[in-house]
Every structure is written in C-alpha cells, then in structure tokens.
C-alpha cells in the first residue's frame, strides 16, 4: 500500500496542493501466544472405591472437549486451558466439577451416587410407559 502511495504520488499529473503522504501503519495486533497443550488424566470412583466406567469428563467451559473413562475409571484428555474445570457425570451420580491447578498431577474424582436411583428411573420408565400405551 505504501509503495502504491509513493508510486501514485511521483506521477507528473497529481495534483501539487494534495498531501501524498502514507497513512500511518496501523497498529498490528500482537501475535497471540498459544496456550501449549496440557494432558489432564486420573481416575474415576465411587466412594467405595470401585472404578465408574463409562463416566463422562467434559471441559466445563467447552462442552465439545469430552472423554469417557475406561473399564479401570481412568480418563486422559488435552487442555488448553492451564487450570481447566472438568464435569464429570455418570448415570446415577451426582455430576461434580473439579478445578485441575497448574501443580496437580493425577486427579482422583470420587462420584456420590444418587439415592434410589434405580427405584426412581423404574419409576420414571413404568410411567413413561404407560402414558405410551394410553
């Protein structure tokens, strides 16, 4: 753009009275560091201590970054975020949020259950059922 200015302005036919200076550069944003890539991984457990299979941990600020933990509980998933909040849910748990802080190694996520979950979803299914066939 500067060069066409200089160019434009060095032409017998321009006209003397107008300014032909370059626009000042405008002030170029400043390059955007990436945030390096961070692997947060643990494991998934009830409060007896048995691992929750099938568990979802989702990053609480981007729902479309999700794993699901393995048959031991595990999980294992990148962040870009230094000090992401997970979400881990499992049918018949309550879901829990857990902040990851930068010094955090493993993390070890104990899930509540819900009481009388089963009695409640038999419940909810025999009803959703009924309301079917009627």
Do not use: H
């Amino acid at each position: 753009m500067v060069l066409f200015l200089l160019l434009f302005c060095s032409l017998p036919f321009f006209p003397a009275g107008l300014a032909c200076a370059p626009a000042p550069p405008s002030a170029a944003p400043a390059p955007m560091q990436e945030a390096l890539p961070r692997e947060v991984f643990g494991n998934v457990t009830d409060f007896a201590g048995k691992p929750v299979a099938g568990a979802t941990v989702a990053l609480a600020d981007d729902r479309k970054t999700a794993v699901t933990t393995n048959s031991d509980g595990k999980f294992l998933m990148k962040s870009a975020v230094a000090e992401p909040r997970l979400r881990i849910s499992s049918a018949g748990y309550y879901d829990t949020l857990l902040v990851v802080t930068a010094t955090d190694k493993a993390q070890l996520v104990q899930l509540r259950t819900v009481d009388r979950y089963k009695r409640t979803l038999k419940k909810k299914y025999k009803a959703a059922n009924k309301a079917w066939k009627n």
